[in-house]
């Protein structure tokens, strides 16, 4: 199927992930908890679980996000004199844990759409039966 004949587009579908809602309807209601996806989306019954360790990614990429925000940004600081490097190594580790624990619910909704946005004929939206792998 084309992209042209799709009714949920791919700029549909990263417009929902910036927003965390279901790349199927666009509703929001995907997790479960701060550290968990639901099974299916609240609204559309769009099924969000994939195989294991799917969504594993989001630990790498909330691991790369803290380097840059956090640690790079500190690297300057003490290069510059402006904090003491025992300062930015304390605010470095409890910063980019608390940064991590902030930001992945916010990553596993983009993880989500990324997914989509590679294959958005996998959605129900448009077709597919929302779900890769084992079906």
Do not use: Q
Request: charged share 20%; with cysteine.
């Amino acid at each position: 199927m084309d992209e042209a004949e799709f009714k949920v587009t791919r700029g549909d579908i990263i417009a929902r992930g910036l927003r965390c809602a279901c790349p199927n309807c666009g509703e929001r209601g995907l997790l479960a908890s701060w550290f968990r996806l639901g099974k299916a989306c609240r609204h559309c019954g769009m099924d969000l679980e994939r195989s294991h360790g799917f969504y594993s990614g989001t630990t790498s990429i909330g691991y790369v996000a803290a380097i840059v925000v956090i640690l790079v940004p500190l690297c300057f600081l003490v290069m510059r004199d402006v904090i003491s490097a025992r300062a930015a190594v304390l605010i470095g580790m409890f910063g980019s844990a608390a940064f991590i624990v902030a930001v992945y619910p916010l990553m596993l909704c983009w993880m989500v759409a990324a997914c989509h946005v590679a294959l958005p004929g996998d959605l129900p939206a448009n077709g597919g039966t929302g779900r890769r792998g084992d079906d």
